[in-house]
């Protein structure tokens, strides 16, 4: 892959970090005492949004004539392809739990006592969901530093 079609993939991952954001928004106005662990996945997933901003902009820029060389090593491709990949994964793990939340639920309707309870449920599942998107961000964050260099 060329650094134009990576560039892509973070753009469309970037979308797919705040669409889980507006959901996570959204799922935490139907809560009203929405748990933490929502905000938490809401404000790591946006910090995600910001790193996949800054590699856009390393992977499309003029002045790294040097990157488009580093992404032609299989080992560089790799690493890139799995971070990217993995984070996919996760935001659309995030997707489906907040899916099986609200696929009750109108527009205009509010939370029930049992639905409320399947959030609580779900603490263990939305914390592990954390992780991993920390460890995504991390690696992220990772390549972001080495390309840049």
Do not use: Y
Request: with cysteine; net charge neutral.
């Amino acid at each position: 892959m060329d650094p134009f079609s990576f560039a892509a993939s973070v753009g469309s991952l970037s979308s797919a970090c705040i669409f889980t954001v507006k959901r996570l928004g959204e799922l935490a106005v139907k809560l009203k005492d929405a748990p933490k662990i929502i905000q938490d996945v809401s404000s790591e997933a946006r910090i995600i949004t910001i790193s996949l901003s800054l590699l856009h902009n390393i992977l499309v820029s003029d002045e790294h004539t040097i990157l488009a060389q580093a992404l032609l090593t299989p080992d560089i491709r790799s690493a890139l392809d799995v971070a990217l990949t993995g984070c996919s994964v996760t935001l659309s793990c995030i997707k489906n739990e907040i899916h099986s939340l609200t696929a009750k639920i109108n527009a205009e309707e509010k939370l029930n006592f049992a639905d409320r309870a399947k959030v609580v449920l779900k603490d263990n599942k939305f914390n592990e969901l954390l992780q991993q998107l920390r460890r995504q961000h991390n690696a992220i964050a990772i390549l972001q530093q080495g390309l840049q260099m």
